[in-house]
């Protein structure tokens, strides 16, 4: 027997037991929202470039953008465009979802303005009030998913 405390580090035989740990959860704490992470990557070569990690609420039909990235020496080369795009062709296709929130960073405001975010939140508060954290240093955005643009192609 022994104990550990672990992250997701990329250790193999670490997400195994993880992946164990998150379906205990589910089927003994079966109250507890079902809905979790999932992560839209650029895979170039086979290395992730970047990516956006975001909690889909399926039942409130938004999604909360946690994480957004693409890696240094290739950002402003247009994949964070693309990678938003997929994102939201996959949120409305496949969860179903109507908007994005998320807390931008202040240097990170202007990027997701140019997405379709805006400051004013239109989304009633009930749908989204009590779901996501407050969480001061950021501002939070709001992005309408089109119900019918092809957001890739
Ligand atoms: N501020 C203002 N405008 C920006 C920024 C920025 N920080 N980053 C990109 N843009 C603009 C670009 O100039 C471009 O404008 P254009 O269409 O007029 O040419 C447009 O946004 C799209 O640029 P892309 O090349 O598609 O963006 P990129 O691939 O660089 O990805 C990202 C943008 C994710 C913000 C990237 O620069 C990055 O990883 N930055 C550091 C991390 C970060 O700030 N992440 C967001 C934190 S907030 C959060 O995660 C919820």
């Known amino acids: 027997l022994k104990f550990v405390c672990l992250s997701n580090d990329g250790v193999d035989e670490h997400m195994v037991w993880l992946i164990g740990l998150k379906n205990i959860f589910a089927r003994q704490l079966p109250n507890m929202p079902k809905e979790s992470h999932k992560s839209v990557m650029v895979i170039r070569r086979n290395l992730v470039v970047g990516g956006i990690t975001y909690r889909p609420y399926i039942s409130q039909k938004f999604g909360e953008i946690a994480f957004c990235a693409i890696t240094a020496d290739e950002q402003v080369k247009g994949y964070g465009t693309r990678l938003m795009n997929h994102l939201k062709q996959h949120a409305r296709d496949?969860?179903?979802?109507?908007?994005?929130?998320?807390?931008?960073?202040?240097?990170?405001?202007?990027?997701?303005?140019?997405?379709?975010f805006t400051k004013e939140i239109h989304l009633e508060k009930d749908r989204w009030h009590g779901y996501i954290k407050d969480y001061d240093g950021g501002i939070l955005m709001e992005c309408k998913i089109d119900p019918k643009l092809p957001y890739t192609d």
């Open 94 to 116: 496949v969860d179903g979802l109507t908007h994005f929130l998320t807390y931008a960073d202040n240097n990170a405001v202007g990027y997701f303005i140019k997405q379709g």
